[in-house]
């Protein structure tokens, strides 16, 4: 009986669609960029942007991770493109949070990963 339930929960945990943000060090380059937006209202909606110069065929992914003070864990969001950027719009409404941490990725379909924002040696800030 033991090992039934040993087993079960094995394969619960390997069938869980776990989401792990990747870690560093990415590459530095300029062809992945994110300025912030001035938050002025901490209770209107905003938008986390990322431009990237790479070949749109080129790309095989692009997401943002979201973590905020009420979540334990970040949260990875597909990123929609929006007159030549990445987008994802926060809507403090809908997700109330004191503090909001993000960082953006970039996989290429040659299995490269860029990453935003970086520090000077390639970590996310």
């Known amino acids: 009986m033991k090992l039934l339930l040993l087993l079960f929960a094995s394969s619960l945990i390997q069938a869980s669609d776990i989401t792990l943000p990747p870690k560093g060090p990415f590459p530095i380059t300029p062809k992945v960029f ?16 990322l431009f990237v110069d790479f070949d ?3 790309i095989e ?12 864990n970040y949260l990875e969001f597909p990123l929609k493109t929006v007159r030549a950027r990445y987008r994802h719009s926060f809507n403090p409404l809908l997700t109330p949070a004191k503090t909001i941490e993000y960082f953006f990725v970039v996989i290429l ?16 800030i």
């Open 61 to 72: 992914s692009t997401s943002v991770f979201i973590k905020t003070d009420a979540v334990e």
């Open 56 to 58: 749109e065929n080129e």
């Open 109 to 124: 379909k040659d299995d490269s990963i860029y990453a935003a924002p970086l520090d000077k040696d390639g970590y996310i």
């Open 34 to 49: 994110h300025h912030p937006e001035k938050v002025l209202f901490n209770t209107r909606p905003f938008n986390l942007d």
